[in-house]
């Protein structure tokens, strides 16, 4: 059994009977949809043709969402179908991130993942999907895909069909006959519209108080109240262009489809930022010990290994807070799916607390007792250090599960966060130098790491996003909106002049012996980098898939 979709665009009317069929017999909520129709509007007014496409999980062959999913809520049958248990989410979201088709959505009530399971519940007993039922036109039909004589397996023989994303290496079992390429691919040729005919486009108009574009809407709005700004420069245009008698039209537009809401908001940026601000201190404080570049005392090392411990408290309690379930967090530990890198990186994180705890109940002994213990600590350091460096880049990896969200699939992404984690590192143990003064020989070497961390870290993030060639239009849009689009100040004020140039040039420029000074670029680093981190995850998923 191999069960599949066939969608005949020959015969769909966008009627929504396959939608409306969809949540009265799954109990879809309002404000989320399994099934939707997209419409789609081709040519200038008034040669206008509009395309309807069904769209859904498409119950890939080879589904992302399986294998991201830290706890097997999402699960492929042995019949092909790609399901999902309520009872099991976590509501990590990632599911949703891995999707490339934006199929899958968080359940208002349950809080729970969910998207089209081919009615399951109907084929188990014989009877086909409710949308297939419902379509006057019979343009769905399902099936078994390994069955010669199916209905399916015999349309697709006589006809030539397409598929959503190929590229993706999913091999999606929803095939479409006679489908537009402007429908199948729109998101590659269609500007991000904020509202549709009957409905609002959640990506697009998703904003917060870190976004720059709102407070600077919101001040538009002030000057307008106060009948300062009457007029927006887009009304303007809009006026001068009516008036000239031309009014210009899109050749491809979406005029109806079905979005869900952002899944990570600032919870996953600020996990970013502790999550390498821990591991970065541990990196560093190692490099020291093993290289004999400073002999760093044992208050030094005790101080340094309880803040790093308190920032993977921190992470943890972010990626719980981040938990649509968060009472089910455990579940990542005791139906644990290992081919998920967030599953890893939990396994990774408490490894990491552990030893950095043993480690730092020993230098607090040593404190104590005066005892040097330098074999023990070589012992701690070999041991910490694998765990230190998987620790800042194992989100790489986990972002790379994300194939939904291309801009992400960057292969020196471990190399960034790796740097970064040493800079972050290095920055906080700068900031706290002026509420505990540590060693000079200890300090000096901190300020040195950061210069360098800092100087590869800049280059690095140059690399990224201006050296390396982007493979897929929703990366090149991920990436505009990143430079130069909505959060084009948190990555050029944010990122790299708060996070890096300013406080490089701080420290090369000037001699500076003010605790205060120093520890004010450190913290300027670290909100720097928070800003870069934001608009790195915010980007792309508000690129429509």
Known sequence: MNYGFLIDNRR???????????????QVPLGVSRTWVKYTEVGTYPDVKRHFQVTRCNHCENPPCVRICPVSAMYQRQDGIVEFDAN???????????????????DPETKSAAKCHFCSHRVEIGLEPACVIVCPEHAIIAGDLDDANSEITKVLAENSVGVRKPEQG????LFYINGHSASLNAANVYPQKHSYMWSENKNAKTQNFWSFANIKNKINQRKSYSGQNIRSPESQNSAESYASGRKAEQMVQVSYSASHKIPWHWQVPAYLVTKGIAAGIVFFLICTHLSGWVLSYGSDLAINLGVSLLFT????????FDLEHP????RIL???????????????LIAFTMVVGAWSLFEVSNVITAYPGYVFRDIFSWLTLPLAIGTAIYTAFLFGQAEG???????????????QSLLLGTACILFLNYFIPFSVRFLAAATEMFLWSALFSLICIFLTEFGMPLSTPQAVKASHQLIYG???????LGGLFCGHIFPLLFFVFIDAKANLLMSFMGLLCLFGIYLYEYAFVMAPQKILS
Not at 15 to 25: G, L, Y
Not at 170 to 173: A, G, I, N
Not at 486 to 492: C, G, L, N, T, V
Request: proline content about 5%; overall charge positive; hydrophobic content about 40%.
């Open 334 to 348: 005791t139906r644990a799916q290992m081919k998920s890198w967030l599953c890893r990186g939990a396994f990774i």
């Open 88 to 106: 099991v989410c976590i509501g990590c979201k990632a599911c949703m991130q891995a999707c490339p088709y934006d199929a899958i959505y968080i």
């Open 405 to 419: 969200r291309d801009f992400w699939q960057s292969p020196l992404l471990p190399i960034r966060f790796f740097l």
């Open 327 to 330: 009472k089910r967090f455990l």
């Open 170 to 173: 999913t091999r999606p079992k």
């Open 486 to 492: 909505d959060y084009k100040y948190h990555f050029w």
């Open 12 to 26: 769909c009317i966008g009627c929504h009977a396959c939608s409306t069929a969809c949540k009265s017999e799954n």
């Open 313 to 320: 408290l921190l992470t943890t309690l972010f990626l719980v």
